[in-house]
């Protein structure tokens, strides 16, 4: 158990919808980062925050957009979800920047 | 832009033996970290080994070490006295030493199955 919690742990939906992905991060992380887990593109970084400030952008949609809070949880919203959408979605968080991530278990969203 | 290229997709070897899985990657930086990450069939992806480039010393990590060779950009993972709980897929990934955007950058992965 890596400490990093996400929610839910699987999400199935329509394309056209809007889903929000939860990430705790470990107590005391101040970093969030976001990466998609997909068969054609690998693991890919989608974004990063640090302390409540967006602080790096991957390649990450203009339907998707993220945010961390003050207690330093992190929401990813991804919206007019298209088939291609489907992954498994992980949150990591990190101590130190630069650190180790620490990975959560992943939300896997079926768009269908 | 920085690659990382897993040139074996799948390897499988005999338990208690030892195996070897490549990665290179590309960039111009002097300062970085590479890591190798683990998936197991439950998909949490697991850390391993770090290793940080200005290190000439390779990391070990119990049965897990490492062949860093920055000249080459070479960065292999020898898992000693393989066991069936090591069968998953293994990523190798790259950050740069750069506060301020420490996104990690991975490779396409390498399947190792343990053969009891």
């Known amino acids: 158990d890596s400490g990093v919690t996400q929610t839910p742990k699987h999400l199935i939906t329509a394309t056209g919808q809007r889903v929000t992905l939860r990430c705790s991060p470990r107590s005391g992380d101040l970093s969030v980062y976001w990466y998609q887990q997909s068969l054609d593109q690998g693991l890919q970084f989608l974004i990063q925050?640090?302390?409540?400030?967006?602080?790096a952008k991957g390649n990450i949609l203009e339907r998707f957009s993220a945010q961390q809070f003050p207690d330093l949880h992190s929401e990813l919203n991804l919206s007019s979800l298209e088939l291609g959408d489907s992954a498994l979605y992980f949150c990591?968080?990190?101590?130190?920047?630069?650190?180790?991530?620490?990975f959560g278990p992943g939300t896997r969203l079926l768009v269908l | 832009a920085q690659t990382v290229t897993q040139s074996q997709p799948e390897m499988s070897v005999q338990e208690a033996e030892t195996v070897t899985l490549s990665c290179t990657y590309d960039t111009s930086e002097n300062n970085y970290y590479l890591f190798w990450y683990k998936q197991p069939p439950s998909r949490q992806m697991i850390l391993v080994i770090r290793?940080?480039?200005?290190?000439?010393q390779n990391a070990t990590e119990n049965r897990f070490s490492v062949n860093f060779q920055k000249a080459a950009k070479s960065f292999s993972l020898k898992i000693s006295d393989s066991q069936l709980g090591d069968t998953a897929m293994y990523f190798c990934a790259f950050m740069k030493h750069n506060f301020g955007n420490e996104k990690l950058t991975f490779g396409t992965g390498t399947r190792l199955t343990i053969i009891p």
């Open positions: 925050y640090y302390n409540g400030e967006e602080r």
């Open positions: 990591a968080s990190s101590a130190d920047t630069p650190g180790n991530q620490y």
């Open positions: 290793q940080e480039a200005y290190k000439q």
